[in-house]
């Protein structure tokens, strides 16, 4: 199985930058992923990193280092909207585990 | 769009009463998962099927069964529910070259 660990809150003001870092432990990793969860709603897919190095989607990044087994998301240009929580997820081919999930709050 | 249904967004139920939560996709998915998520614990694998009659224990299958009977239907059974299952349970589903899950809209199930 896998252990991911992540802050459990971050607040930051609209158009600023936010990182939440991910540590894993692993016994079988294919790659990290993040999904993001308003209030009420479902869980939503972000992005995925199989390898090393900085995906880029809009103002989300995410990064992964599998030596350090570390990875993180960095939200840009922070808006009201991002306000939500945020998943790392790894694991092998079947199976997904989670970390705790970081609270955002934006605030005007 | 992939599309995945739950069949309820609450569901109260009593002590010790047989408990099914039904889960449906659109999109022809092998593979289906159902999870619980807890406050600070966030989501937690409890079975997943990759594909018809195949099912494969999470991380705490304990005091829950599945069933996958067609490929677009999973089911979630709490044989005799208790508080301690009191949870949002989340059905989600990913196709087999994807790393990508669907996730359904959630079950707030109360045992009372």
């Known amino acids: 199985g896998q252990s991911l660990e992540q802050p459990s809150e971050v607040t930051a003001v609209e158009g600023a930058i936010v990182q939440i870092n991910c540590t894993y432990q692993?016994?079988?990793?294919?790659?990290l992923s993040w999904y993001q969860q308003h209030d009420g709603g479902a869980p939503t897919f972000l992005s995925y990193?199989?390898?090393?190095g900085l995906e880029e989607t809009g103002r989300f990044s995410s990064f992964l280092s599998r030596s350090d087994s570390y990875g993180y998301l960095l939200l840009q240009e922070l808006q009201m909207k991002d306000s939500a929580s945020y998943f790392c997820a790894g694991g092998d081919d079947y199976k997904l585990s989670f970390g705790a999930g970081t609270t955002v709050t934006v605030r005007a | 769009d992939v599309k995945v249904t739950q069949s309820s967004r609450y569901l109260v139920k009593r002590t010790g009463e047989k408990v099914f939560l039904e889960c449906v996709q659109d999109m022809d998915h092998e593979n289906m998962f159902w999870y619980r998520q807890d406050p600070g614990l966030g989501l937690r694998l409890i079975y997943f099927?990759?594909?018809?009659?195949?099912?494969e224990k999470g991380d705490i299958p304990e005091g829950y069964s599945v069933s996958r009977e067609k490929k677009e239907r999973f089911s979630l059974i709490l044989e005799s529910a208790s508080t301690n299952q009191t949870s949002m349970y989340l059905c989600?589903?990913?196709?087999?070259?994807?790393?990508?899950?669907?996730f359904g809209p959630g079950t707030r199930l109360t045992v009372t």
């Open positions: 990193n199989a390898l090393d």
């Open positions: 099927s990759y594909d018809v009659k195949m099912k």
């Open positions: 989600a589903s990913r196709g087999p070259h994807g790393y990508e899950q669907y």
């Open positions: 692993t016994s079988g990793f294919y790659g």
